[in-house]
């Protein structure tokens, strides 16, 4: 039996590495988009919690994340074939490079048939750039490069160039120009929220799309598949009638929107507070504190008496605490940043936290409480020595994708902490009972 079939226009945005420019780009083609009256949908390849709020801002609507290691076919069709009924274009913009990571990008285009579009920074090159893109069209699954976009590009001759050997699928030239920059930090791009007049520097980037003449050819794309092929996720309602707080702030925030989905569908009321504004955990049955930028708010972590008591008191109840990355560093002893700030955190695990200069650990993980495998990744730039005991615990290690041992998962009563960021929809009813009270 077959479902019936959706169609919307679609693209894949994707580039030979990071840094060509394509996070930009895919924001102000939505903005564009967007500005001429159009419904546009972006998705964000791979686990990424910052280019989607730039990407959300620029489309006004919230970004979902795409990873057919992480999610599965399933779970990433059927997003995918709910946008196509609610949109008019869907924007895609990759991870890395277009071949890179297992299942790649160019595996994702080729499962779900979506034209891609290839950003190139060609700044220090031109004529290369055909070789560039013929090797990514016949490398591994292959690429259905349908346009070609340079970026950087430093005059009209270089322009005339870049056109001449590309070909048909030149889809134009984006000159060096300073309404295609965005501010980074170590984890990557800065956060939306973090950068000022963002919905004006978005609307000036559309602009100098429609100035450069870029013209991306979308395709309608029909989205369909047997239903013995897809089956539906079944949202147990194991969380009806309970609350669950949840951090969320500028020290907060790396949450993917799927993820609060799942706990609402699965019968949960979410309740939101700041740590920053040393606001108290509100009434609740279960506390997840996300990751983020802990270690760029320490003072204001410091000084916030009422959140750490009221956390500390939600823990001594053994109430369920879910606490990652930016969220464990949280829960230990203390937080040292790398300009000697100090920050007295909450000490529910003893350790404390050191941020380096260098990344720690990068890549996708999976972990089995016993419920099958959640996945999900990590990425990080601080270290942690916990001393461990009667109470605190290490649990379990996370494994990684290539099978290496991942991160571990610290246990304190009924709270787990750990590096690992979980994505609930890749194992509802296992992510789900990290939020049950299972000793108490």
Not at 57 to 81: I, P, R
Not at 174 to 190: K, N, T
Not at 289 to 304: D, K, M, Q, T, V
Request: with cysteine; net charge negative.
């Amino acid at each position: 039996m077959m479902t019936q079939p959706t169609s919307c226009q679609a693209t894949l945005i994707a580039a030979p590495s990071s840094g060509q420019g394509k996070t930009i780009f895919c924001a102000a083609f939505a903005r564009q988009l967007r500005n001429q009256g159009l419904n546009v949908q972006v998705f964000k390849l791979g686990p990424d919690y910052l280019d989607p709020t730039i990407h959300q801002v620029a489309s006004g609507k919230v970004v979902y994340n795409l990873d057919l290691w992480v999610m599965g076919e399933q779970h990433c069709f059927e997003l995918l074939t709910k946008a196509s009924t609610q949109n008019d274009v869907i924007l895609v913009e990759g991870l890395m490079g277009l071949h890179d990571n297992q299942p790649s990008n160019a595996k994702l285009s080729q499962l779900f048939g979506l034209p891609i579009t290839l950003i190139l920074d060609v700044a220090k090159f031109a004529q290369t750039a055909a070789a560039i893109v013929s090797g990514m069209r016949l490398y591994d699954v292959g690429a259905n490069i349908t346009s070609v976009i340079g970026n950087k590009v430093g005059s009209d001759n270089h322009d005339l160039l870049m056109s001449d050997t590309i070909g048909d699928c030149y889809a134009g030239s984006i000159r060096r120009d300073a309404r295609f920059e965005i501010a980074q930090r170590h984890l990557g791009l800065v956060q939306a929220g973090d950068i000022s007049n963002l919905d004006k520097q978005l609307d000036q980037a559309a602009d100098a799309l429609d100035e450069f003449e870029i013209a991306v050819p979308l395709t309608n794309i029909a989205f369909s598949s047997s239903s013995s092929d897809f089956k539906k996720l079944n949202f147990a309602r194991l969380l009806e009638g309970k609350i669950i707080a949840i951090a969320r702030d500028a020290a907060f925030n790396f949450i993917y929107p799927m993820n609060q989905q799942v706990l609402k569908d699965a019968g949960a009321q979410l309740s939101y507070f700041s740590p920053l504004e040393n606001e108290v955990v509100p009434q609740c049955d279960a506390l997840w504190i996300p990751g983020g930028y802990p270690e760029l708010h320490l003072n204001a972590l410091s000084n916030a008496n009422q959140t750490r008591t009221s956390i500390v008191d939600h823990h001594r109840q053994s109430k369920p605490i879910l606490a990652e990355c930016g969220g464990m560093m949280y829960l230990c002893d203390s937080i040292l940043n790398t300009a000697g700030d100090y920050a007295k955190t909450c000490g529910i695990l003893n350790a404390n936290c050191e941020m380096e200069t260098r990344l720690q650990s990068v890549g996708l993980q999976s972990v089995n409480y016993g419920q099958g495998e959640i996945r999900g990744h990590s990425f990080h730039h601080s270290k942690i020595s916990p001393s461990l005991n009667s109470h605190v615990t290490l649990e379990i290690y996370a494994t990684r994708q290539d099978g290496r041992q991942g991160e571990a998962v610290y246990k304190n009563g009924n709270s787990r902490l750990s590096y690992m960021h979980h994505y609930f929809a890749s194992n509802i009813k296992a992510s789900v009972l990290l939020f049950l009270c299972t000793d108490c």
